[in-house]
């Protein structure tokens, strides 16, 4: 017998809790979309779900700051669904949902190489970071006008 045929794969198990993923949603949503007041126990259920398959805050992070990012995301007014919010109820509804916005979240970052730290000192974020909080400050920006 093959020493690798005494390995199982055992799936990840994630020290983040539904509390920490509300918590990064609060702290990167801008209105229109809603923060979470209350996390329900059918919103814990779920988000205890895409836990277990995405349990790294930081693609939650990402996926978030994309989702906050979308005009389509933010009652826009056009379209077929111009009315429609992005909600966390909607982003951890499956794995798929989580899984897209986070995969096109990181197909849209930009390259380190072509990204300048706006801030005044340096942030020291990566650039991806620096991106995202830098669009992030805008947003909560413009919505204090």
Request: proline share 7%; glycine share 6%.
């Amino acid at each position: 017998m093959a020493t690798d045929d005494l390995f199982v794969a055992v799936p990840a198990v994630s020290s983040v809790t539904p509390e920490q993923i509300v918590a990064i949603w609060n702290e990167i949503v801008t209105a229109p979309i809603p923060k979470v007041l209350k996390l329900t126990a059918d919103r814990r259920a779920k988000l205890s779900a895409r836990l277990k398959a995405h349990p790294n805050p930081e693609t939650w992070r990402t996926a978030i700051a994309w989702v906050n990012g979308q005009g389509w995301c933010r009652a826009h007014g056009g379209g077929a669904h111009g009315n429609w919010t992005a909600t966390i109820d909607w982003l951890c509804r499956n794995d798929g949902v989580l899984q897209r916005c986070y995969e096109q979240a990181v197909q849209e970052q930009p390259a380190r190489e072509e990204w300048t730290c706006p801030h005044v000192p340096p942030c020291g974020r990566t650039a991806w970071q620096c991106h995202q909080a830098t669009i992030l400050e805008q947003a909560k920006a413009e919505q204090q006008r």
